[in-house]
């Protein structure tokens, strides 16, 4: 199944928003976002496979692969401004994906938002993709963002565990690769809660892959502050991408 899911209509796009999912998560994360972003702003995701719609399918067999897969998939996006929006492990894989892009076709995305992460090292207490269903869980507990009721359903837990554990051992067997940086700006979106996330060393690590570094966006809440401040992060997108085309595609709704 094609790992591209669009959640606006083409016909009416003047520029893409191409979101990569946090570890664990998937496409539907973003369904709802055009609704909250200019109307000529659209929005589509990547789903690796064995997530969301692509459930029972293999695993991706390495980061590498995943990203080739990507590039193939955002082809059809191409044909128009892209910014890429990375949640956590997303924002690596949108890292990775924008080097893609740039080896295979010479082009690069209009900018690149880093949420939530740094981009090469371990994050701060991220847990091994060997740990126990209960370590899990308690790491899960202290990132935030899953009700406790569905933490303590074992069916809940028997769908998730073995796709986060997958998207970590990804992560674990990342090539390290030290490219030239990129030329789009990179905007690093900060969690004031993020237990994970060390936000002057994310600022760090992501100002060196860009020779256009901006100034770190803190939002209210934990590492998945984007469901605590929506709004905020949503209305920073749209700043961002008019910001990214001189002013000139975005218009309000």
């Avoid at 109307?39 to 029972?56: D, I």
Wanted: aromatic share 6%; charged share 25%.
């Amino acid at each position: 199944m094609n790992a591209l899911r669009v959640w606006s209509k083409a016909d009416e796009v003047r520029m893409w928003l191409l979101c990569l999912p946090p570890g664990g998560g998937d496409a539907r994360l973003f369904r709802n976002w055009p609704a909250h972003l200019p109307e000529s702003m659209g929005v589509a995701a990547l789903e690796l496979p064995g997530h969301g719609g692509r459930q029972g399918e293999p695993w991706a067999a390495s980061i590498e692969a995943a990203v080739g897969e990507f590039a193939d998939a955002a082809a059809p996006l191409l044909e128009r401004p892209v910014m890429f929006y990375g949640h956590s492990m997303g924002a690596v894989l949108a890292l990775d994906l924008a080097h893609e892009l740039r080896s295979r076709q010479g082009i690069e995305p209009l900018a690149l938002i880093a949420a939530a992460s740094g981009p090469l090292k371990r994050q701060i207490r991220q847990t091994p993709s060997d740990a126990g269903d209960e370590e899990l869980v308690r790491w899960l507990r202290t990132l935030g963002g899953t009700p406790e009721e569905l933490l303590a359903d074992p069916e809940y837990l028997a769908e998730l565990l073995p796709v986060l554990r997958a998207d970590l051992g990804l992560l674990e067997r990342r090539t390290r690769r030290a490219p030239p940086p990129l030329g789009c700006p990179i905007h690093v979106y900060l969690g004031e809660h993020d237990p994970m996330v060390d936000g002057t060393a994310a600022q760090r690590g992501w100002a060196a892959h860009t020779t256009r570094e901006q100034p770190p966006r803190s939002f209210p809440g934990g590492h998945f502050f984007v469901q605590e401040s929506a709004e905020r992060v949503l209305a920073a997108l749209a700043e961002d991408a008019d910001a990214a085309v001189g002013g000139r595609l975005l218009r309000s709704r």
